[in-house]
């Protein structure tokens, strides 16, 4: 696994609930998270800060996953890794998704180590698409 530790992570999603207990699971586990609870906020935070993967609901109320993904890569390119999460397993929905820039698709409610594996696999991707490595150790689960 990557060194995690320095992996800046945004976390979107409307269901408080979900979230909350997301962002305390991967505090835990040593990620800077920051959380965001609509579609608007979590672009909102995203235009004026860093971040290496973006961990994003496709349901919201404001804007849809999708909306956000696209005006997050017109502000900066492919310089972040996204991972969707759905609670519906549509195919087309997971095709737009990957056609949009996302590099993961995951159902809800996930199991929690394999969000932390999907995130770390999202963030070494991108560390090697920038042209250096994340430090390797292992995440204890």
């Not at 992996?7 to 997301?22: G, H």
């Not at 900066?76 to 519906?88: A, N, R």
């Not at 990957?98 to 590099?103: E, L, Q, T, V």
Request: aromatic fraction near 6%; hydrophobic fraction near 45%.
């Amino acid at each position: 696994m990557s060194d995690l530790e320095s992996c800046r992570v945004l976390f979107v999603d409307d269901e408080e609930e979900f979230l909350s207990t997301l962002v305390k699971y991967l505090r835990r586990k040593k990620l800077n998270v920051t959380a965001a609870h609509s579609g608007l906020a979590g672009l909102e935070w995203f235009q004026n800060n860093d971040v290496d993967v973006v961990v994003l609901d496709i349901k919201m109320p404001d804007m849809s996953g999708l909306e956000v993904l696209a005006k997050m890569r017109e502000l900066k390119g492919d310089d972040f890794s996204v991972i969707i999460l759905s609670g519906h397993a549509h195919t087309d929905l997971a095709i737009a998704a990957m056609r949009g820039g996302a590099s993961d698709f995951l159902l809800k409610p996930c199991e929690l180590n394999e969000l932390l594996e999907r995130i770390d696999l999202a963030y070494e991707r991108l560390m090697e698409r920038k042209g250096g490595q994340a430090a390797t150790h292992e995440i204890t689960t």
